[in-house]
């Protein structure tokens, strides 16, 4: 695959956030089991995000995997791109400010989609 058809998609990550202070780590991940749902200073609730900034069709998260913490500006993501074909060719998940649920919207040779969610921890693992 050529340099150009990567660096658009590269781009397009810098969208989220690549270090946080409210992300974590597989190594300061907590178990899948155990849900934290709190409250911020306001008493808004902050919902708990998969994040994943790269995985392909098949395949396990290749960078980026863990936990944010979506503030209130923020909602969980998934993030898929589909060559014009329909075929996926790459998924990426995080916390997004200011996210809106699109579809199909034409990227150079891509089309990218946008799925939001606020009702619940890791809400956008199934998205």
């Known amino acids: ?10 781009i397009l990550f810098c ?49 980026g995997r863990g936990r944010c913490m979506a503030t209130p500006e923020e909602a969980c993501t998934v993030g898929k791109i589909f060559t014009r074909d329909g075929s996926l060719w790459l998924t990426f998940m995080g916390c997004l400010k200011n996210c809106a649920n699109v579809r199909n919207i034409p990227w150079s040779i891509y089309l990218v989609s946008f ?13």
């Open 1 to 10: 695959m050529g340099k150009s058809l990567l660096l658009g998609p590269l």
């Open 15 to 63: 969208c989220f956030k690549a270090h946080c202070p409210h992300c974590q780590t597989p190594d300061s991940e907590s178990t899948d089991d155990e849900m934290v749902f709190s409250e911020d200073n306001s008493g808004e609730k902050v919902v708990q995000c998969r994040m994943c900034h790269l995985q392909f069709p098949g395949e396990k998260c290749t960078r």
């Open 115 to 127: 799925k939001c969610c606020r009702g619940y921890n890791l809400c956008n693992e199934n998205l």
